[in-house]
């Protein structure tokens, strides 16, 4: 499967960021950008932003989704919000397993494949985030760690995978101004879609993130597995956020 094969996505994570004020900027900004851009876009906002981001968005080439959904459909689960919710307004993404989300939050491996499959039951596309801490890759176990956080995913099967964007991210390089090289990238989205192919699925889409920036998007791109961005900070500004989707 060639790249051309597979749409460039890039998706903008906006973290616990924003308010009504500065989204109103934000949102305008991406909506009045010109379409004609290479990538999809979308952005994946805090959930109570979700109608807002739906309201100034709709009509407009760029998506939007949020960053966390429960594994559970409905019920006494105070403080989660379900993917039916979600797609009440027109919810197309959702993060699943973001590594803050793991490491903050108790995430196993396991919830994150639930998550993404109560995603795919209310027709959003999960998009499972996968990386390793900098220990982990000095260590030399990165692949390991990636095909261990990728088992129970897989295990969804490939009707469910074939309906899912995934995301590698090193922990190392969230948010820490030091992205991996487009190289240290491919390796890794080489690996993955390895794996994806013998599923039968290697059409999936795989994002890398972590310091995506303007000036180092175009390197990542050109990579033959790599074929779109998750960006945090950089999607906090729309002009950066719009050159790395040109990129
Ligand atoms: P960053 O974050 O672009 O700020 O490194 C990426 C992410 O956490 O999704």
New binding site residues.
Partial sequence: MTQQARARLVLG?W?MHGSLAENELLLAALRAADTNSSSQIGVCVPFPYMAQAAQALQGSAVSWGAQDVSAHEKGAYTGEVSAAMLKDFACRWV?AG???RRAYHGETDQTVADKARAALQSGLTPVV?VGETLNEHEAGQTLAVIRRQLTPVLALGADAVARMVL?Y?PIW????GRSATPEQAQDVHAAIRAELAALGTPQVQVLY?????AANAASLFAMADIDGA??????LVAEEFLRIAAA
């Avoid at 390089?173 to 820490?176: L, M, Q, R």
């Avoid at 998750?230 to 999607?235: E, R, S, T, W």
């Fill in positions: 994570n973290k993060l973001h590594s803050e985030c995301a991210e390089a969230i948010g820490s993130g972590g310091s995506v920036k998750l960006v945090g900070g950089a999607a």
